[in-house]
Every structure is written in C-alpha cells, then in structure tokens.
C-alpha cells in the first residue's frame, strides 16, 4: 500500500506569493494532520482535518489555511509568503480523528526567497 | 502541556546500546510518552509509546520509572542506519482527537562504525 504522498516534493517562492501544498493519505485514512518543521527544529502542529472539517489548529496566522477534499486529500494554501515562512511542510495522515498512530509523509521543501 | 527535555546530540558506535533519556517533570496524569525517529528530508516515524513502566516492540524498549517525570527509549545494538533525530513527545495518546503532537528539537543520534 501506498503511504501518504505530498506534492511539490521542492517549491521556491519569493516574499508575497501565494503557495498551495498537497497531501494524499493512506487509503482508508480519513483525517489530516498539516506541521511546519523549521530547520534544526522539531515539527509543529498547523492544522488537522477530519471529514472536510478542520478539528484542531496550531498558532499559525491566518495566512495559513487548509481544506480536506472529499477523497480525503487536503491542501495547504499560504499566503503573503515571509522568508520565515521557509521549511518542511509535512502531511500525516490516520484513520480517523483520534487518537490514532500518525503517519507522516516525505513532505514538501518551501524556499522563500 | 507537559515540556520535555533531552540532550541535544548523541555519539555511539556500532553495535552497542543506545539510551536515550528525557524529562518531563510536569507530566499530566493522562498523558502518553511516544518516541519518533526522522531521518534527513523524511517525515517522522513512530518508533513506541508507553504510559508506565516498560513497554517493547520489534525496534526498541522504553522504560518509565514510577514517577513517570522522565523516560529512557533504549535501542539494542545500534547500526549506521540509526543515524537520525529521536523526538520524545509528552501529551495526548498519539495527539488525542485534535491529531496534535507536540515536538521538542530532539536528538541528533550519530552512529559510527
């Protein structure tokens, strides 16, 4: 079975764009869970989405939304891109709201340049 | 939420036992202990989670003394593919039904032959 899969795998912006990241869960998952990771720190919760509801969230500014489509896929919009906004966004997908084992995927390198 | 806290690097060799340990003084009553493990440019992986006492998998053992304000995730007989970070995660059973792990900077785990 496939795990979860997330696209661009490497994305450069420049300070003001708009981005959108995207996540593919493992089949059968139904919530997603959405972390920034700074480099040489641990990750750090932005969102989780269950059902096409968002069920928790992060201290992000509200630059930072998300939606979860019906086949269970999400996307990461960020907008008015700042250069600190540069980092691993990673996507972990589980079966249902919780609790229940996360399974992160690979994620997505954002430059902001 | 239960702060952790753990040394920010490690040195071992091949093939000997790795002990890792973390604090958490301020440990609540429901939370969980859970260990990751991440590689370079990889999402984390769950390697265990325990709430007392000792619990062990195919991969490692995590031993939690009685006060349960600290923790020690042991790896036997270590290899140069365990090079990575191990995060020690304090709360909510595998973030509780918001999906919210919460991730401290970790430590950086090099193995050497």
């Known amino acids: 079975d496939a795990g979860v899969t997330q696209s661009p795998t490497h994305l450069i912006k420049t300070r003001g764009q708009q981005v959108t990241l995207r996540c593919s869960p493992i089949s059968g998952h139904k919530s997603v869970s959405w972390y920034q990771q700074v480099l040489g720190q641990g990750p750090q919760f932005i969102f989780q989405y269950y059902e096409k509801e968002e069920r928790g969230r992060g201290n992000f500014p509200d630059r930072f939304s998300a939606r979860q489509f019906p086949n269970y896929s999400s996307e990461l919009n960020v907008n008015a891109l700042l250069l600190g906004d540069s980092a691993l966004y990673l996507c972990?997908?589980?079966?249902?709201?919780?609790?229940?084992?996360?399974?992160f995927g690979p994620g997505t390198r954002l430059t902001v340049t | 939420l239960a702060k952790t806290t753990q040394p920010i690097s490690m040195d071992s060799y091949e093939g000997q036992e790795v002990n890792i340990t973390c604090s958490h003084n301020n440990i609540a009553t429901n939370d969980y202990i859970t260990w990751y493990q991440q590689f370079p440019s990889q999402g984390p992986r769950f390697i265990i989670q325990?709430?007392?006492t000792k619990v062990t998998n195919e991969v490692a053992s995590l031993f939690i003394p009685a006060d349960r304000k600290s923790s020690t995730l042991s790896l036997p007989r270590v290899s140069l593919s365990d090079t990575a970070v191990y995060y020690c995660?304090?709360?909510?059973?595998?973030?509780?039904?918001?999906?919210?792990?919460?991730f401290g900077k970790g430590t950086k785990l090099s193995v050497k032959p």
């Open positions: 972990a997908s589980m079966m249902g709201q919780g609790p229940y084992e996360q399974y």
């Open positions: 325990g709430y007392k």
């Open positions: 995660l304090v709360g909510e059973n595998y973030g509780g039904s918001q999906g919210n792990l919460i």
